[in-house]
């Protein structure tokens, strides 16, 4: 039997260590932010689950209405600020359980750096490519190194060795007053702050390598938390490079039509 469940602050989930979800990363998940009574990018996180839910054979017997009730529920025992978490899971006999929780917001530090020295790259022809499954250790990984640096992420290059996306951000970077970011076939994960960034600006997406980065003028990272944040220095080979991204006037520019743009599609959840 599917069934959805509210995890409150401060209770814990009981999970069967048997099931497909739990034992094998057999899973989906979303990170929505909260902001005051507005639950940020609902649809387009609502719909990648599912699209992908579909795609990888997970159970998904639950509508919008369903799951937005929960999260309603959930917002109500929760700080003005925080990210509500999604998890759809595969259950033993093809059931699924989606577990509805919350953790804190974490905000981005003063000034972001980027690690280009990951040797983990991704596989943009693997099943599991552009989904956000539990299968989350690779990514991990890149983001300990990263952080064990002083960097905010960790750039990840697909098996080409071109650019695909940061551990837990996707990317951009200007260049001759355009935005640039990897296209999909590079493996990348389609985080839904990057598609409201194609829809609102003049995007090229294309097939670029780490050069295009150490050569831009500007160097952007997008996730559900931090929106749009500017990379002020890129971590290579023990040499920091350092950016002028915040001094830009299109930076300051583009974040507020993205802001402005998500809090017009934002969903009231109390």
Request: glycine content about 10%; charged content about 25%; hydrophobic content about 40%.
């Amino acid at each position: 039997m599917s069934t959805i469940e509210i995890v409150l602050p401060g209770e814990t989930l009981e999970l069967d260590p048997r099931s497909p979800g739990f034992a094998h990363g057999y899973g989906l998940f979303e990170t929505i932010r909260l902001c005051g009574a507005e639950l940020e990018l609902w649809e387009a996180h609502w719909q990648r689950l599912t699209d992908s839910a579909h795609q990888l054979g997970i159970t998904c017997p639950f509508d919008g209405a369903e799951a937005l009730g929960a999260v309603k529920t959930l917002a109500k025992k929760l700080p003005l600020e925080a990210m509500i978490k999604l998890s759809l899971l595969k259950e033993e006999g093809g059931a699924a359980k989606l577990v509805v929780y919350s953790r804190p917001v974490l905000e981005p530090p003063e000034e972001l750096g980027l690690l280009m020295d990951s040797s983990c790259r991704i596989d943009e022809d693997s099943p599991l490519a552009g989904h956000k499954t539990h299968n989350y250790l690779e990514s991990l990984l890149v983001l300990e190194a990263a952080r064990a640096q002083g960097c905010f992420d960790g750039l990840r290059l697909n098996s080409k060795g071109r650019l695909a996306e940061g551990a837990i951000s996707n990317i951009f970077f200007l260049r001759d007053g355009r935005l640039h970011t990897p296209c999909f076939g590079s493996g990348l994960l389609p985080g839904v702050v990057r598609q409201a960034l194609i829809a609102i600006a003049e995007v090229e997406q294309g097939s670029y390598g780490p050069v295009d980065l150490l050569s831009a003028d500007a160097v952007y990272l997008t996730n559900a938390a931090i929106g749009l944040q500017a990379v002020d220095w890129l971590l290579s080979r023990g040499r920091k490079n350092q950016l002028q991204s915040r001094k830009q006037e299109d930076y300051r520019r583009t974040r507020g039509l993205l802001e402005e743009h998500i809090r017009a599609t934002a969903v009231q959840v109390r």
